[in-house]
């Protein structure tokens, strides 16, 4: 953390205060060259034996600690020769051609563990840096400018931790296009909301490696053997999954998930995401959680004032109202009077209230704008399906069709509806497990208020992706052909997806979520789950002060 200090304050209190932590690939090639170190070995001389000569002696993962410092480490490799003690401490990179040797948080890292050494009654005067990429061996000598820069960045650290203010981003630095946790700080993104001078720098987004599996075989078993999730059905293994390449597992309706794949995904913050046979949301499973207390702290602060509150809820029904308005256009097919294009007075209508929602003075008028607007949407939302698809013809037997009038909801009336059900259900599912990785409650929201067990806040969050990732796939699903009459069932006049509906339809929300989208803000290319992550630190970056207002997402 000393060294996270000295080369970034803000990281290192990302990372020791908020406990936030990301991977790249030189976090995991470093990994790769302590694999030896990182194994004790050896034991250190007693320091009030004088042996001669002197025993040298290797000790390796070497742990200290000082009340007197204030710090506690883990050495790399220590070389003690009697009482003389040279911490060696590994880098993966190669040596840079600097005046020093090295880099100056590397150096305080180093001296600090010279510290320790001293406290335990050794004497360590200067230390090793060793460079694997390079073979190399840099000498760090302990002088007295090097010991007050390691005290003043332990009392610096410390100061910034107890005071509960995360320091300012770094303004343009070039350490931050490699920093891994640069999607999470969002340095340039905080800058140009703050003073919207320079457009952020395009950020390399890497691909998601990891997707959800899903489970909804009647009577299926969830099992781990090795690092392998088993999914089986009458004890017949019908499918595999490499742990490395699951990011949550969702179960719909009555699977049975064992103690030891139960513990294993909790312990590598795999959520579990638990469905009903009908595919609504019931809640998810994970291990201890997040540990950024902080953000929750702001969110219930900020959940307690009505006016934050409505400021937050009238940006996001006025970006549900856009995204709505411009699904229609994109996809508008025509009707009887419109054949070609989504009339003007229906634009105009759908800018009449996006206005009257950032004029909104209350919730309840809130709900009321956003209520006639979605009328007015689903409404017109047959025009976005193809005309062969909305009539009865021979390609759906006899007089199916997939018509619709109006949303019926609990239970749904019709093919339309019951996907557009289905495709909410797993677009708060997705919202719900995300905010919980960045470190929310999903629970306690802004515009929807609280109720029990209801996750108010992923369904505030999935408002404006309402349009673009839900109701998109279901069009995708019927335009395209994917969903038909044999994918559904109906009884007692409710009409729901059967197994293999599900199966096709979970297929296209997930390629949905796979899409790449530039930010309209932002202008770089990222996935959509990607952008609802950003979407939801974001929120956290606005609740913690850092930046005025939260800005929704609005495709163009």
Avoid at 325 to 336: C, I, M, V
Avoid at 361 to 377: D, K, M, P, T
Wanted: glycine content about 8%.
């Amino acid at each position: 953390m000393l060294n996270e200090y000295v080369y970034c304050p803000r990281l290192a209190y990302l990372e020791w205060v908020q406990g936030e932590w990301a991977d790249s690939a030189d976090t995991v090639d470093g990994r790769h060259v302590h694999r030896r170190v990182d194994k004790s070995a050896g034991k250190p001389p007693p320091t009030d034996e004088a042996q001669e000569p002197p025993e040298r002696v290797h000790v390796h993962s070497l742990e200290l600690s000082s009340d007197a410092l204030g710090l506690i480490a883990r050495l790399d490799l220590a070389e003690f020769e009697g009482r003389r003690a040279v911490p060696v401490d590994y880098k993966r990179g190669k040596r840079p051609h600097v005046a020093r040797g090295a880099y100056d948080p590397e150096r305080v890292q180093l001296c600090a563990q010279g510290l320790l050494l001293r406290e335990h009654g050794y004497e360590a005067n200067e230390g090793v840096l060793y460079f694997a990429a390079s073979r190399e061996r840099v000498l760090v000598v302990f002088d007295d400018e090097l010991v007050d820069a390691t005290r003043a960045a332990a009392a610096g650290l410390r100061l910034i931790a107890s005071g509960g203010q995360m320091p300012p981003p770094l303004e343009n630095s070039p350490k931050c296009p490699r920093c891994s946790l640069a999607p999470i700080c969002l340095p340039d993104e905080v800058h140009y909301l703050r003073n919207a001078q320079a457009p952020p720098r395009p950020m390399a987004v890497q691909g998601t490696p990891a997707l959800p599996v899903y489970v909804q075989a009647r009577g299926a078993k969830v099992a781990k053997k090795g690092e392998v999730l088993e999914i089986s059905v009458d004890d017949e293994v019908t499918a595999k999954a490499r742990l490395i390449d699951v990011s949550q597992l969702v179960l719909q309706g009555g699977v049975y998930l064992t103690g030891p794949a139960l513990h294993e995904l909790m312990a590598r913050q795999i959520p579990v995401t638990w469905l009903s046979h009908g595919g609504w949301f019931l809640g998810h499973t994970i291990g201890l959680g997040h540990k950024n207390v902080e953000l929750r702290s702001a969110q219930y602060r900020a959940s307690f004032d009505a006016g934050h509150c409505l400021r937050l809820a009238r940006d996001i029904v006025a970006a549900k109202i856009r995204n709505q308005r411009t699904l229609l256009r994109r996809n508008w097919k025509g009707s009887a009077d419109t054949p070609d294009a989504m009339p003007q007075v229906l634009l105009q209508q759908f800018k009449q209230d996006v206005d009257a929602a950032e004029r909104a003075r209350s919730i309840e008028q809130l709900l009321g704008v956003e209520g006639n607007a979605a009328a007015r949407y689903f409404e017109h939302f047959r025009n976005m399906l193809s005309p062969d698809k909305r009539a009865a013809g021979q390609n759906f037997g006899d007089g199916w069709c997939f018509d619709f009038t109006r949303r019926t909801r609990r239970p749904p009336g019709d093919a339309v509806n019951a996907l557009l059900s289905y495709a909410y259900s797993l677009l708060a599912r997705t919202v719900a497990v995300t905010l919980t990785a960045v470190g929310f409650d999903a629970l306690r929201g802004f515009y929807h208020q609280s109720r029990y067990g209801r996750p108010s806040l992923a369904l505030d969050m999935m408002e404006p992706f309402r349009p673009l990732l839900a109701d998109s796939c279901v069009l995708m699903a019927i335009n395209n052909g994917e969903i038909g009459p044999e994918d559904f069932v109906t009884a007692g006049g409710a009409v729901n997806l059967n197994e293999r509906g599900r199966r096709a339809f979970i297929a296209g929300f997930e390629r949905r979520l796979g899409q790449e989208v530039v930010h309209p803000l932002f202008g770089y290319a990222a996935e959509y789950r990607q952008i609802i992550e950003l979407q939801c630190r974001l929120l956290g970056r606005h609740l913690l002060g850092e930046i005025d207002r939260w800005p929704a997402f609005v495709t163009r």
